[in-house]
C-alpha cells in the first residue's frame, strides 16, 4: 500500500483498474474450472426451507407404518447413490432417452433391489409445495439416510447440507458397486477409491444391522423351501432396530451376506477389520459415534455445489430446458 500512495493519482488508478481486471479474469477462470464452490452446511436451508427435516421425517414415519423395510433401504439409496458418480441423486433418475439418461437403477446392484424409490417422490413433492426449487434430490436421500438410521434406534448427527443435483448418471462406476459376493480386499480396493479406510468399511457395512436381503445373495443361498427373492433379515434378532447386534453376528460367523462375514473370515482380516469387529461388538456408543463419522464422511463424496448441477422439480428427471 505504501509502494502505491507514492505513486501519481493517474499511475495509482491505472494500477488499480488493472489489478480488478486480473481478479476479473481469475475469478472467470475459477468459476469456469469449478472453482470458488459453496461447501456444505447443516444450516443451509435454515433461511430458506427451515421445515426441510421435519419434512422428511414425517414422509418416511408414514412410510414404516405399512413397510418397516422402508428405513434400510433409504440409507442404501443413499449409499449406492454416493459411490456411482458422487452424491449426486443419480440413483433417482430414469431413463430418458431425449435427455441421454441410461438408469442407474439398472445396474446389478440396484436392479429389482433398490428400492424407496416412491417415498423420495413423496418427500420431494412434499418439499415442493414448502419450499419450491429449494432441496435438492441429493440432499434428500442424506437426510433420508440420518433420519432413518435416528428413527430405528441408531445415532442422530448434523447432516451436511447444500449438494446440487447431478443431470447424468455414470453406468460404469454404477455396474462397480460394492457386492455381497466381494472379497475383503475388493471392498477395501472400492471404499479406497471413494476415501474410506477401514474403519469406514466396518462401520458402514454395519447399515446391515437392520433390514432384508434376497435369499439368492446369501451364503447360504436359497434353501429348498425358498423361492428366489425369499427375504432373509440380515440381522435375525433385532432386523428392525439400528443397534450393534450385526458385529456379534460377525462374531459367531452367522452373517447372512458373504461380503459382511469376509471382515471376520477372511485371512487378512486378522490385521484390518477383525479388530473393529470385535470393538464395535464390545461398544455401542463407539459403533454409533464411528458411523456417524463414516456416514458424514460418505455424504461428502464429490458433491455439487454452488452453481454446479441443478435443484431438480422431479426426482426421477433432470430439469427441462428452455432456451
Known amino acids: 500500500m505504501a509502494t502505491i500512495s507514492c505513486l501519481s493519482p493517474a499511475a495509482r488508478c491505472s494500477l488499480l483498474l488493472t489489478i480488478a481486471a486480473l481478479v476479473l479474469v481469475l475469478s472467470h477462470g475459477a468459476h469456469a474450472n469449478g472453482g470458488y464452490r459453496a461447501g456444505l452446511s447443516s444450516s443451509f436451508y435454515d433461511s430458506s426451507c427451515p421445515s426441510a427435516r421435519d419434512i422428511v421425517r414425517r414422509v418416511i414415519q408414514d412410510a414404516r407404518v405399512t413397510d418397516a423395510r422402508i428405513p434400510a433401504s433409504l440409507i442404501r439409496l443413499h449409499f449406492h447413490d454416493c459411490f456411482a458418480n458422487g452424491c449426486d441423486g443419480s440413483l433417482l433418475l430414469d431413463d430418458n432417452v431425449s435427455s441421454g439418461i441410461v438408469s442407474e437403477k439398472k445396474a446389478p446392484g440396484n436392479y429389482k433391489s433398490a428400492r424407496g424409490f416412491n417415498v423420495v417422490d413423496n418427500i420431494k413433492r412434499s418439499l415442493e409445495k414448502a419450499c419450491p426449487d429449494i432441496v435438492s434430490c441429493a440432499d434428500i436421500l442424506t437426510l433420508a439416510a440420518e433420519i432413518s438410521v435416528e428413527l430405528a434406534g441408531g445415532p442422530s448427527w448434523s447432516v451436511p447440507l447444500g449438494r446440487r443435483d447431478g443431470t447424468k448418471t455414470n453406468i460404469e462406476s454404477a455396474n462397480d458397486l460394492p457386492s455381497p459376493f466381494d472379497p475383503l480386499d475388493i471392498l477395501q480396493d472400492k471404499f479406497k477409491n471413494m476415501g474410506l479406510n477401514d474403519i469406514d468399511l466396518v462401520a458402514l457395512q454395519g447399515a446391515h444391522t437392520f433390514g432384508r436381503t434376497k435369499c439368492q ?7 429348498a423351501r425358498q423361492g428366489e427373492g425369499t427375504l432373509v ?9 439400528f443397534d450393534n447386534k450385526y458385529y456379534g453376528n460377525l462374531l459367531r460367523g452367522r452373517a447372512p451376506l458373504s461380503s459382511d462375514q469376509v471382515m471376520m473370515s477372511d485371512p487378512f482380516a486378522a490385521t484390518t477389520t477383525a479388530p473393529i469387529v470385535r470393538r464395535f461388538s464390545d461398544n455401542q456408543k463407539d459403533f454409533f459415534r464411528n458411523f456417524a463419522t463414516s456416514m458424514i464422511k460418505m455424504g461428502n463424496i464429490s458433491p455439487l455445489t454452488g452453481r454446479d448441477g441443478e435443484i431438480r422439480k422431479n426426482c426421477r428427471r433432470v430439469n427441462k430446458k428452455y432456451y
Open 233 to 241: 433379515n440380515l440381522d435375525a434378532v433385532t432386523p428392525d432396530v
Open 217 to 223: 445373495f446369501t451364503q447360504r443361498n436359497c434353501t
